[in-house]
Every structure is written in C-alpha cells, then in structure tokens.
C-alpha cells in the first residue's frame, strides 16, 4: 500500500503540492506489531516523498477502530514510533487520529501526546464518523489537569528536598560543635 500511496503523492509533488500528511488509515492493519508499519509502510514511503521533494510532512498513526490502549500500541508502541521516525526525519511531525468506539480516544490521544506526538487530530465535542473522534474539549482539560498536578508533584519535590536539606545542614551543624577531649 505504500507504494499506491507513493504514486499518488508524486502526482502531486510533480503538480507543485509541497505539503502532505501521511496516514495509515485504512492501509496500516491496527494487528500489525508497531515495528513492522514503521518499516514497511511509513519509513520507505517518507523516503521517497522526501526524494520526491515533499517541504512539509505530517506523519498520521490512526486508531481506527478506537481500541483501548494495549498491545503494540500502547504507549511503549507509540513512543518508539515517534523516536523511530524522528530519528530519520527529524522535520516530520507526528499526530494521532483517534476514533470513540470503545470511549478511549482522549485517553489514546493523551497517552501519544506524552509519548512525544505533535499533534491531536479530532474535533470540538467529539463527533464525526461512528462513535465520534477525539473531543478536543475533554483533551485540553484533561491536559490542563495533568499540567497542575506535574506542577504540584514537582513543588512537592523541591519542598520535601528543602527539608531534607535543612534537615542535614541542621545535623552537620551539630555534629562539627561536639568535641571529646
């Protein structure tokens, strides 16, 4: 499939389209182990659009039939499918495309942003083909409330290792005025 998809981006590259994003929707069975559509669907085709002359590239990994996390796709899968493309095409964005039908696209969507993913693809409330996409609403709250508890878990740290610290500086202090003769 990565080949019909190629001849039909060259077309386009030859008609003066310099800007594409690249999906397996459709061509990248979600069964696949995540190393075998990197190797065979995405990296030989990115190759060729980049000889091709292709400026701006977007890598799309879809969740089409909205699964829940697991498998090769979970977010080991996808944070090694971030780290393989990069390292080729460090230029490349990555997004995800998520579907509702199990009621897992933020999750999904959440755990590639944290995987390193560029981009969510969904809409406002959730609605489109099926059960609907990825609720962008729900996507930024919930990032809004993993950003506040990072936050907090992070002040946490500095106190607790100001305490410790004092603590010790406290210790020292009166160790080094006891003396025997």
């Known amino acids: 499939s990565a080949g019909r998809v190629f001849e039909a981006a060259y077309m386009a590259v030859r008609r003066g389209f310099r800007c594409f994003s690249v999906s397996g929707e459709g061509t990248v069975d979600p069964d696949l182990p995540v190393e075998t559509a990197i190797h065979e669907f995405y990296l030989p085709l990115l190759s060729q659009l980049d000889k091709a002359g292709a400026a701006d590239i977007n890598v799309n990994m ?102 410790v610290a004092g603590s010790m500086a406290v210790r020292s202090s009166l160790w080094n005025e006891r003396y025997m003769d």
């Open 62 to 163: 879809p969740n089409t039939f909205g699964s829940s996390l697991g498998g090769e796709w979970d977010e080991a899968g996808m944070e090694y499918f971030v780290r393989s493309i990069k390292a080729l095409h460090p230029d490349i964005t990555t997004s995800i495309h998520a579907h509702n039908d199990h009621g897992s696209a933020v999750e999904y969507s959440l755990a590639a942003i944290i995987a390193g993913f560029d981009r969510v693809e969904g809409t406002l409330n959730g609605m489109g083909e099926r059960a609907g996409n990825t609720d962008l609403t729900d996507t930024v709250v919930r990032l809004t409330e993993l950003a506040r508890i990072h936050a907090e878990t992070r002040q946490k740290a500095r106190a607790r290792a100001s305490r």
